[in-house]
DNA sequence: GACAGAAGTTACCGCCGGTAACACACTAGC
DNA sequence: GCTAGTGTGTTACCGGCGGTAACTTCTGTC
């Protein structure tokens, strides 16, 4: 009983949370939208002091909301997340060349990077600080995204079951490769977001090719 | 005069210091040895107050050593960044065929990976708390990794130099392919080390092949 | 109008990174 | 032998962090 107000939802409220728009004064999209804004200005490091006045409130509001910090980060995440995820399915399966399925996946991937920087290095990047939660959170999207190119990958070369392995390492590298080569590119700009695509999407192509 | 004693060696002691090792107690190593105890057991996280504990000592102590949290951290990176860029620059320009290069080197950092899994984190992986400087450290790191790569990329397809931003963004991007590809594996351990080897080779051998 | 409960506040806790100020050893010079 | 100086170590503190308890509105409902 010491802790009444802990576990109020920390993670409830996007299944079904119906009384947080009913005549509260402060939605759960306002804080995460405050949120969004301080963290993108002050980088990950922001305090919960910090957000919250951003928000026009104090810090106990955002833990009855978020429950702590990590939830918060994770809410945060997960809005951009879902919809990028989308955005590479999209592109993994557009009915085009083989080809172009890789360069609209990587120039998806890329757009976000050139488009919002800030945000990429919080979504994608370290920097979410030692939480555990919010770690795992974002390990657990590049998993995803890297099973899924697994699938797609062991169906476009027609690979035997047996060869699936191969697929997943070849995955999970790959999306490491256009994480690691869009940082590169973010900081040095040598050359367009056009060029980079092709350069990697021949990479992978060669690969294919030889496969 | 307030500060007397607060920039007496925040980086000196790698090339000088000679009276370190006078009649000192406490060596700088062994300081670093029980840093790394703490490290490789509680995670980059660790207090300042449990090393200085480990070590036998008490926090000023650090800090008079190190300076700041990130000078420790960075120190830490040092010792063995510096060792493991080594043994890539040897696999790289080893005299053998460029597919043998290509698996040794790729095999020199999976046995990092296997061999200690908690420094190899602690070196390569995000975890490094917000501390800019350490990552700013680890960043460097990987992009040193990645510009000796481009160099061996270009010298080895020998691409003219309108081409280097070519060998540029395979090169980092590679460098993000074996590591996203070591930390799945570490996680899932699907198969053994010398297969992942040889289907990352195989990925980049493609990819050379074709070009 | 009394009441339930959410929204919001102040004020605190323990811990962190970091520092000031002081105490102890040891060696050097007279 | 005594003092001075320097490096090693300590205790005790500071501001700020994440997080919580306890209290005060404010709002709508019966």
Known sequence: MATKAAAPAPDSPPPGRPQATRRGPRTRQELLDAAERVVLRDGPSASMNAIATEAGITKPILYRHFGDKAGLYVALADRHIETLLARLQEALTRPATRQERTRAAIDAWLRLVEGNPALYRFLVHRGQAEEPEVRDRVAMFQRR?????????????DLPEDQWPRAQAWAHGIVGMVQAAGDWWLDEQPFGREDLTRHLADLIDGAYTRA
Chains 1, 2 share one sequence.
């Open 145 to 157: 995204l890297g099973n899924a190119l697994a699938v797609g990958i062991a169906a476009e070369l």
